[in-house]
């Protein structure tokens, strides 16, 4: 997504938790290469359930090839004709592409003043773009930075409905490592966003 830089005082949590959006789109977008890789096997987790699958994914980053983990990328998001997985709200919301998630989604990019990136032809639904956005909206990066309930409205609008649903779809995943851990990983952070956004005042 192209970016308007603005500078702010972001809260530490607000940035920790951006940064893991972030994350997940990187790593969701395009395959890991090796400096990827490299950064993500130097990550350092905690002892709660999260911390414990970064470090996990931290561990098996440290012993995959950027070939094994282009080789899982590929299985699982574009294969022969189609993938294991089709990452898209759409899909996962009516079982067809291009259908009214995406349309909700686009008609809210433009009243945000969200366009996107040049060169992408991705259809905007895709979780990476999603997870991205989500980053972008807690920092700044689109002009202004959103309140708390508005990211609510954006994530249970265009992310809360199916993101879990992928995620723990990508974490079953018979044919990936890695990648099984970055659904493990953003399940567990899905849920969390989710169950904080509901203890929020409507």
Do not use: C
């Not at 002892?47 to 470090?55: C, F």
């Not at 905007?124 to 689109?142: K, Y």
């Not at 990936?176 to 899905?190: D, K």
Request: no cysteine; charged share 25%.
């Amino acid at each position: 997504m192209d970016a308007v830089v603005t500078e702010y005082v972001i809260d530490p949590e607000d940035q920790a938790r951006a940064d893991l959006y972030n994350f997940l789109g990187v790593l969701l977008a395009k395959p890991a290469n090796n400096d990827l890789l490299k950064q993500i096997a130097a990550l350092s987790g905690d002892d709660t359930p999260l911390g414990t699958t970064l470090k996990t994914l931290a561990k098996l980053a440290s012993v995959t090839s950027e070939q094994d983990a282009e080789r899982e990328f590929n299985a699982l998001f574009i294969g022969l004709g189609r993938g294991e997985l089709l990452p898209y709200a759409s899909h996962y919301l009516t079982g067809f592409l291009n259908e009214k998630p995406l349309a909700n989604l686009r008609q809210e990019m433009a009243e945000r003043g969200i366009q996107r990136a040049e060169g992408k032809k991705e259809p905007e639904d895709n979780i990476a773009s999603l997870m991205e956005i989500m980053g972008g909206l807690i920092v700044g990066r689109f002009g202004k930075v959103t309140s708390v309930a508005d990211q609510k409205s954006f994530f249970n609008a265009h992310v809360g409905p199916w993101a879990v649903h992928f995620f723990s779809d990508l974490e079953a995943s018979r044919t990936s490592v890695l990648y099984s851990a970055v659904g493990s990983l953003g399940r567990q952070f899905m849920e969390i966003e989710a169950e904080a956004f509901e203890m929020l005042p409507n």
